[in-house]
């Protein structure tokens, strides 16, 4: 890049700082900014266009266009080459506009006689705040040095925009972070909640994107970039001699942080006008503008990683880190882009709700979620660019939509939904301690599902018979290295004493799949659902089976044990897993250790293949638990992370219920006891149906056992098969709008 431009550059990125600066209104300002742009560059035109909603762009002020025009003309996002550039995030840089494709002809704004056109997205983090434009009447394209110019004055754009230096009446441009704000996500975890945002990493605001000194600049980033390498390093030499993928992953994050390209693009941000952080956050705006576009995982990972480490970096420049002194409000709704069992757990059941912009339905934090019965809301887009902590919000659990900082009229309308609700669960305290038997007679065993110590107090509260599983992953979950076998022992002992003498079904380490330990070799799997999982693990790791195993005998110490293996896929690896709790029970009795006085050993039948199983598996196990939420997935061929696919099948679907009716069969041949864990357990609706295809024991989440005990109660078992079997016979694809008729009926 030449001398003469970086001097430019300076002068009017020098230019905007001093208008930033003035007491004048907000259009005054940016009929300036036009001025001063189109003068520097030598253009014809310069003009802003900004959203005034989240589809349509405004012509908010121009230089060289018609007047008129401004406040007036409108486009629609991807409707001509100003909406093109906001939808593909991309610059348009033609020296015959109007022969483009996708070219909208405005009369209103008298741009026709100008063919060079240059339209850059002013963008903050990867989000489109407007665009930034300069025509000439002359047919030629920009230069590289002028494009990139003009994205150094679209980020300072953004950034005055992010700080309000446009917002008054005139413009129409109004404050951002202060209107009302619907985010459309998915459900991780039901429930309603009200609350004020607390942001697990709070914003950067960069305040001084322009700088007149580019050497000292150039010297506080160099500062800040060492800073970052030592911390990186630190992280590295703390690693030591642990898990060598581990290691690798932490070696290409010092890569990047020792990337000269990642230096030389912020080393000439600065040279072209830009303070130092204003630097990092274009950058970071471009990386995640490319994130946003690239398919491949690997890619996406590591491009996450340059995203963190310029987080870093920013907290580093401008001093606010992570722990910015703000304190945690009243009602806390956790806002993040994601977030770490372990980090999810330190806040607890302090949280009213979670709001992840990523995540998914089987991610850690969902697990953890469900666990404390909390609300959460998963890939709600663009929140926490759009939040600030204080901010009033409203969580949806149960149609997994945000609300932030709502209209009076919709708090009040959901403060009625969560009274609603609450009045519901108080009348399923009245029933409590009663048995869930439905109207024909039929009692149906409802247990709870847990995974953390925080759970059990659930138990006598939700009326729960005993802890169908118990998920021991989570314990491994939370923490940076595994977990010693005394450790395991003393937790798993806990947990027998807090049930009290009530069953609890142990099920051994589920991982893989979407529960990635983060000190295991992490496997490059194209299918990971179907990789190397769960009992696959434990036999593959014979060593980390044994000691889950051994630290199970030693808990009961004396009392009951029920164990279960999840994702047996066949006779064989039952046996196996079988086996290896023989040998370690004879080894507990060799050293002495007090023995369970009673040991139940299960599987889970979560693959269509087990339940084709010989009849001689049937009558070797002790009990069977059908894992509803894998079984789901793998007899409907549709990933449940998959938002796509997940939903396009019914639980209620005539085969799937017909499977399930298959599998209850084949238990009552061989008297083996079957019972149903999921999420679809705590359905009121798919329970009823189960309970219906013969299912006498049903475990679910705490915060269910009260609807579904309400709901059966009111049927009669009998009456739902009827419904079941004609319209099974009717070749009905689902019998969800024929059991909610019958429901309706009864009043």
């Known amino acids: 890049m030449s001398q003469t431009s970086e001097s430019e550059s300076r002068k009017l990125l020098g230019a905007l700082r001093d208008t930033m600066a003035s007491d004048r209104a907000g259009q005054a300002r940016m009929d300036d900014i036009t001025q001063l742009i189109a003068q520097s560059m030598g253009t014809d035109v310069c003009s802003i266009y900004l959203f005034c909603d989240d589809d349509t762009l405004e012509l908010c002020a121009t230089q060289g266009l018609n007047a008129e025009a401004v406040h007036q003309t409108r486009m629609r996002l991807g409707e001509g080459l100003v909406g093109r550039v906001a939808r593909t995030k991309r610059l348009v840089n033609t020296d015959n506009a109007p022969q483009q494709r996708g070219f909208r002809y405005m009369p209103e704004t008298g741009e026709e006689v100008f063919s060079g056109f240059l339209g850059v997205p002013i963008q903050r983090l990867g989000e489109v705040l407007g665009v930034l434009v300069v025509q000439s009447r002359q047919t030629r394209e920009y230069t590289a040095d002028e494009i990139y110019g003009l994205e150094v004055v679209a980020m300072v754009l953004a950034e005055m925009t992010e700080l309000g230096a446009f917002v008054s009446d005139e413009t129409g441009v109004g404050a951002l972070h202060q209107r009302a704000v619907m985010f459309r996500g998915s459900v991780g975890q039901e429930g309603a909640a009200a609350g004020q945002v607390y942001l697990h990493e709070p914003r950067v605001v960069v305040t001084n994107p322009v700088a007149d000194d580019p050497e000292a600049e150039h010297k506080r980033l160099n500062d800040a970039v060492e800073t970052l390498r030592m911390s990186v390093d630190e992280m590295l030499t703390g690693a030591g001699t642990g898990d060598k993928e581990q290691k690798q992953v932490l070696e290409a994050y010092r890569m990047f942080a020792n990337s000269k390209g990642w230096l030389r693009r912020m080393d000439e941000d600065i040279e072209l006008g830009l303070s130092a952080e204003a630097a990092v956050e274009k950058e970071q705006s471009a990386a995640r503008t490319r994130m946003n576009e690239v398919t491949d995982a690997y890619l996406r990972e590591r491009?996450?990683?340059?995203?963190?480490?310029?987080?870093?970096?920013?907290?580093?420049?401008?001093?606010?880190?992570?722990?910015?002194?703000?304190?945690?409000?009243?009602?806390?709704?956790?806002?993040?882009?994601?977030?770490?069992?372990?980090?999810?757990?330190?806040?607890?059941?302090?949280?009213?709700?979670?709001?992840?912009?990523?995540?998914?339905?089987?991610?850690?934090?969902?697990?953890?979620?469900?666990?404390?019965?909390?609300?959460?809301?998963?890939?709600?887009?663009?929140?926490?660019?759009?939040?600030?902590?204080?901010?009033?919000?409203?969580?949806?659990?149960?149609?997994?939509?945000?609300?932030?900082?709502?209209?009076?009229?919709?708090?009040?309308?959901?403060?009625?939904?969560?009274?609603?609700?609450?009045?519901?669960?108080?009348?399923?305290?009245?029933?409590?301690?009663?048995?869930?038997?439905?109207?024909?007679?039929?009692?149906?065993?409802?247990?709870?599902?847990?995974?953390?110590?925080?759970?059990?107090?659930?138990?006598?509260?939700?009326?729960?018979?005993?802890?169908?599983?118990?998920?021991?992953?989570?314990?491994?979950?939370?923490?940076?290295?595994?977990?010693?076998?005394?450790?395991?022992?003393?937790?798993?002992?806990?947990?027998?004493?807090?049930?009290?003498?009530?069953?609890?079904?142990?099920?051994?380490?589920?991982?893989?799949?979407?529960?990635?330990?983060?000190?295991?070799?992490?496997?490059?799997?194209?299918?990971?659902?179907?990789?190397?999982?769960?009992?696959?693990?434990?036999?593959?790791?014979?060593?980390?089976?044994?000691?889950?195993?051994?630290?199970?005998?030693?808990?009961?110490?004396?009392?009951?044990?029920?164990?279960?293996?999840?994702?047996?896929?066949?006779?064989?690896?039952?046996?196996?897993?079988?086996a290896a709790l023989t040998k370690a029970i004879k080894r507990e009795e060799a050293l002495g250790h007090i023995l369970p006085d009673n040991i139940e050993v299960g599987a889970m039948l979560e693959t269509p293949s087990l339940a084709f199983a010989p009849d001689a598996f049937f009558e070797d196990v002790d009990f069977l638990s059908i894992g509803g939420n894998d079984l789901k997935q793998f007899f409907f061929a549709a990933d449940r992370e998959n938002e796509r696919v997940r939903k396009r099948y019914d639980s209620l679907n005539v085969s799937f219920l017909s499977f399930m009716e298959m599998i209850v069969d084949r238990c009552s041949k061989t008297q083996t006891p079957i019972s149903f864990c999921g999420e679809d357990a705590g359905k009121p609706i798919e329970a009823v149906c189960f309970a219906a295809m013969g299912l006498r024991t049903l475990s679910m989440r705490p915060a269910s056992i009260g609807p579904v005990k309400s709901l059966l109660m009111r049927v009669n078992l009998a009456d739902v098969k009827k419904v079941i079997e004609t319209a099974r016979a009717e070749g009905k694809m689902s019998v969800r709008d024929d059991i909610a008729a019958y429901i309706r009926s009864l009043g």
């Open 303 to 578: 491009l996450q990683d340059l995203d963190d480490l310029s987080n870093r970096l920013l907290r580093i420049l401008t001093g606010q880190g992570a722990d910015t002194g703000a304190e945690m409000p009243e009602h806390p709704v956790l806002v993040a882009r994601n977030i770490g069992p372990g980090e999810l757990l330190e806040y607890g059941r302090k949280l009213r709700a979670i709001v992840l912009e990523e995540g998914s339905v089987g991610s850690h934090a969902g697990i953890v979620a469900r666990a404390l019965a909390i609300p959460l809301v998963i890939q709600a887009k663009g929140v926490t660019t759009e939040a600030l902590n204080g901010d009033q919000i409203l969580v949806d659990g149960e149609q997994g939509i945000v609300h932030l900082r709502p209209e009076d009229t919709v708090t009040t309308a959901f403060k009625d939904k969560i009274a609603m609700l609450a009045k519901a669960q108080d009348r399923y305290t009245d029933i409590r301690h009663k048995p869930a038997t439905a109207l024909c007679g039929t009692t149906i065993s409802l247990q709870m599902n847990a995974g953390l110590m925080a759970d059990l107090p659930s138990l006598e509260n939700s009326g729960a018979e005993g802890v169908g599983l118990f998920r021991t992953e989570l314990q491994f979950l939370v923490r940076n290295q595994f977990p010693r076998r005394s450790e395991l022992a003393s937790l798993y002992g806990r947990v027998l004493d807090a049930a009290q003498g009530k069953r609890v079904v142990f099920r051994t380490l589920d991982i893989g799949s979407d529960k990635v330990l983060p000190y295991m070799k992490p496997q490059d799997e194209p299918n990971p659902a179907l990789g190397w999982r769960a009992i696959r693990v434990g036999l593959d790791k014979p060593g980390v089976l044994r000691m889950q195993l051994q630290a199970l005998l030693r808990a009961a110490n004396g009392r009951a044990l029920t164990v279960m293996f999840p994702f047996v896929a066949q006779y064989e690896e039952f046996t196996q897993a079988r």
